[in-house]
């Protein structure tokens, strides 16, 4: 874990290793990840999601969602290792989800919620009956979804005002400049932009530098 600077507790590691038996166990009936090789899993699913800690954009949050999660990724690993976190789980595919709930059970992340349905689906539902205090969270994390644009339009109705959505994409990536014009008409910060140590491991991603992008919700909206 030298890699992230992190310092991990044996439970955290644990819980690490806990995530990935199951996940290899499940990958037999469920087809969840294509990462065969222990190292790549490790690289892919556990230091990939562990980026999300740098740059420190989720030391003041406590409602973080992550938006996608397929088969965990990163929430669950960040779940482990950030325990003061109160973690969203969510995806569209019942059947990802199925695994993500018997691994919250299994390691007994108590602080960890699952919900089945798109993100679209969610932020209908917590605009039309919104729970008391504001349901919306301080942190958005999501990998693997879709563009910067498309993430800005899923996510800026689920975050609170001045809540962060943090993505991990290639360091010269042209959506950013697609993103433009949504950035502008949201009123969204500057994109603060930290750089990604090189994996090497994984697939098809040999080369390409790696950035985590912080985008800040305006602190101020209009009324709802
Ligand atoms: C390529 S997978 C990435 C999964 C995981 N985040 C990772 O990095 O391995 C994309 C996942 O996002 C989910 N997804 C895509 N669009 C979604 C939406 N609008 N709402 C909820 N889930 C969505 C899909 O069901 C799928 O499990």
């Not at 992550?66 to 019942?94: F, H, N």
């Amino acid at each position: 874990m030298s890699r992230q600077g992190l310092s991990l507790t044996e439970a955290q590691l644990d819980g690490l290793v806990g995530y990935l038996e199951l996940l290899q166990q499940w990958q037999r009936h469920l087809n969840l990840t294509g990462l065969r090789d222990l190292e790549q899993l490790i690289d892919v699913l556990i230091l990939e999601s562990l980026d999300f800690l740098q740059g420190a954009f989720l030391s003041g949050a406590k409602r973080v969602l992550d938006l996608g999660t397929g088969a965990g990724v990163p929430g669950l690993p960040l779940a482990i290792c950030q325990p003061q976190l109160e973690m969203t789980l969510l995806d569209r595919s019942q059947k990802k989800m199925i695994f993500v709930r018997r691994v919250i059970s299994r390691l007994q992340l108590s602080h960890c919620r699952t919900e089945i349905d798109s993100a679209e689906g969610l932020s209908r539902r917590l605009q039309l009956a919104p729970p008391m205090p504001d349901g919306r969270f301080d942190a958005v994390v999501t990998r693997g979804v879709g563009t910067v644009s498309h993430l800005l339009s899923l996510a800026g109705p689920l975050l609170r005002p001045g809540g962060v959505l943090l993505l991990r994409k290639p360091r010269q990536t042209p959506e950013l400049e697609a993103a433009a014009p949504v950035l502008a008409s949201g009123g969204w910060a500057d994109v603060q932009t930290v750089c990604l140590q090189p994996m090497g491991q994984s697939p098809g991603h040999a080369g390409v530098s790696w950035a985590l992008l912080a985008i800040v919700k305006p602190a101020t909206e209009p009324s709802r």
